[in-house]
């Protein structure tokens, strides 16, 4: 049985600006996964200096990364599968980001400032009040244009 992609990067701690191999912030993980997965290099966050928390999360709030994602070839799906980039939010906002994974009946793995990396479930997600998740793909173009 092959061991699934996420099991090398759970706890591993969040730094912010970590790009890993050892360390990572949330976006830094989603990066470094594309990386070395899908052979995709996802950009950083432009004008923003990712060793800040304050200013990643106030650009992450403002943009919403949505339209950051439409710029790198990203596009929403509603129904996500395995590396699809997923963005979480709490209330009117998303602050935080992920990759979602079918395994163990579908879950995020994320990187988070208590907890580094972890895998949850939308139900353990919903417990922490990660009440919006939208759902984005890495593709040429968006199929349902």
């Known amino acids: 049985m092959e061991k699934h992609w996420a099991i090398d990067y759970i706890g591993l701690p969040w730094v912010a600006g970590?790009?890993?191999?050892?360390e990572f912030d949330c976006w830094g993980l989603v990066i470094n996964v594309y990386s070395k997965f899908k052979g995709i290099d996802l950009p950083r966050m432009p004008g923003v200096d990712p060793r800040n928390p304050v200013e990643v999360y106030k650009e992450i709030a403002i943009r919403k990364k949505i339209d950051a994602c439409k710029n790198m070839g990203v596009y929403q799906v509603e129904d996500p599968q395995e590396f699809d980039?997923?963005?979480?939010?709490r209330s009117n906002r998303y602050h935080h980001?992920?990759?979602f994974t079918e395994e163990?009946?579908?879950?995020?793995?994320?990187?988070?400032?208590?907890?580094?990396?972890?895998f949850e479930s939308r139900s353990q997600l919903k417990i922490q009040r990660y009440n919006k998740i939208l759902y984005f793909?890495?593709?040429k173009s968006n199929p349902h244009n």
């Open 137 to 139: 793909r890495h593709g």
């Open 97 to 99: 980001v992920g990759v």
């Open 85 to 89: 980039i997923a963005l979480l939010g």
């Open 104 to 118: 163990s009946g579908t879950g995020i793995v994320h990187c988070s400032e208590s907890s580094g990396v972890v």
């Open 18 to 22: 970590g790009l890993g191999p050892d």
